[in-house]
């Protein structure tokens, strides 16, 4: 179990409790705290004993930290969740029973408000070439795949985090690195699932209570576009997104990193290309 948080305040705690009364008995939790100023994992480094160990960094953001802490777990199965969610009792088992099939790279639950407010979502998908999303709302009664399955809650088997990669480490602070990660998996031939059997309560904030900077959000989703689509779909992306403030700061943050070295990386080990995954799941763009 890997527990990413940043100035979650008491919510750190209550998501916690939560999963040291429901995970298997064998089970163990590690929490990335980013840089928390709030002081909500202290706690944690005053207990002496427990399942749940403790890791500082700071601003790795969500894909490093994600990394870090899975590199610190033991088990054949790895779950990453945010540090804002409640879990009924068993959530986890159909999430596991998805992933023992092979073919499966990664299993996630549905996803609803935590006041109960906010439907069910089961599952994303991307709305247009600005690489913004949408929650499938319909409930089926077997698990579907899905174009991006939500990594609030997400169990992933251990070998297929290390033969991915797990997280694009690339990708700054936080958005869009779910969907980075969904579309390299479904390419490198992993088949991405959600449950509805299981659905855990999240909190759905307007804004992000530490900065998150504006480029960096638009570098993250011209980062998935250079790293994995075509030429022509990298053209709409860009053209979708140029006129947003800042976007020439994003261009050149992304110009600046290693995006060319990890687009060819990508191509060469792709298993499906772009168009087979827009095919896929009837996305028109």
Same mark, same amino acid.
């Given at each position: 179990?890997?527990?990413?948080?940043?100035?979650?305040?008491?919510?750190l705690?209550?998501?916690?409790?939560?999963?040291e009364?429901?995970?298997p008995?064998?089970?163990?939790?590690?929490?990335?705290?980013?840089?928390?100023?709030?002081?909500?994992?202290?706690?944690?480094?005053?207990?002496?004993?427990?399942?749940?160990?403790?890791?500082?960094?700071?601003?790795?953001?969500?894909?490093?930290?994600?990394?870090?802490?899975?590199?610190?777990?033991?088990?054949?199965?790895?779950?990453?969740?945010?540090?804002?969610?409640?879990?009924?009792p068993?959530?986890?088992?159909?999430l596991?029973?998805?992933?023992?099939?092979?073919?499966?790279?990664?299993?996630?639950?549905?996803?609803?408000?935590m006041?109960?407010?906010?439907?069910?979502?089961?599952?994303?998908?991307?709305?247009?070439?600005?690489?913004?999303?949408?929650? @499938?709302?319909?409930k089926?009664?077997?698990?579907?795949?899905?174009?991006?399955?939500?990594g609030?809650?997400l169990?992933?088997?251990?070998?297929?985090?290390?033969?991915?990669g797990?997280?694009?480490?690339?990708?700054?602070q936080?958005?869009?690195?779910?969907?980075?990660?969904a579309?390299?998996?479904?390419?490198?031939g992993?088949?991405?699932?959600v449950?509805a059997?299981?659905?855990?309560?999240?909190v759905?904030?307007?804004?992000?209570?530490y900065?998150?900077?504006?480029?960096?959000?638009?570098?993250?989703?011209?980062?998935?576009? @250079?790293?994995?689509?075509?030429?022509?779909?990298?053209?709409?992306?860009?053209?979708?997104?140029?006129?947003?403030?800042?976007?020439?700061?994003a261009?050149?943050?992304?110009?600046?990193?290693?995006?060319m070295?990890?687009?060819?990386?990508?191509?060469?080990?792709?298993?499906?290309d772009?168009n087979?995954?827009?095919?896929? @799941?009837?996305?028109?763009w």
């Open positions: 179990m890997v527990v990413i948080s940043r100035d979650e305040g008491p919510l705690r209550r998501t916690l409790e939560n999963y009364d429901t995970i008995a064998n089970s163990d939790i590690v929490v990335v705290d980013d840089g928390s100023t709030d002081g909500s994992a202290d706690y944690l480094a005053r207990r002496r004993r427990g399942r749940v160990r403790l890791l500082r960094g700071q601003d790795l953001g969500v894909a490093r930290a994600r990394n870090l802490g899975a590199r610190s777990t033991h088990g054949g199965v790895i779950v990453f969740s945010d540090a804002h969610i409640t879990l009924p068993f959530w986890w088992r159909p596991v029973e998805l992933v023992e099939d092979p073919r499966v790279g990664a299993a996630a639950p549905g996803v609803a408000g006041t109960g407010r906010r439907r069910p979502g089961y599952g994303l998908t991307f709305r247009g070439p600005d690489m913004d999303v949408r929650w @499938f709302r319909r089926h009664k077997s698990p579907v795949p899905v174009p991006i399955p939500p609030c809650c169990a992933m088997r251990r070998d297929v985090f290390e033969a991915t797990g997280w694009d480490e690339g990708m700054l936080r958005g869009n690195v779910d969907n980075e990660g579309i390299r998996f479904w390419m490198l992993y088949e991405l699932m449950t059997e299981t659905v855990v309560g999240h759905f904030r307007e804004r992000s209570p900065p998150v900077g504006w480029p960096h959000f638009l570098h993250n989703r011209l980062r998935t576009a @250079f790293a994995h689509f075509n030429p022509v779909r990298v053209g709409r992306v860009v053209g979708a997104l140029r006129n947003f403030p800042l976007f020439g700061q261009l050149l943050m992304l110009a600046q990193s290693n995006i070295a990890h687009r060819r990386e990508m191509l060469a080990r792709q298993v499906h772009d087979w995954f827009f095919e896929r @799941f009837g996305l028109k």
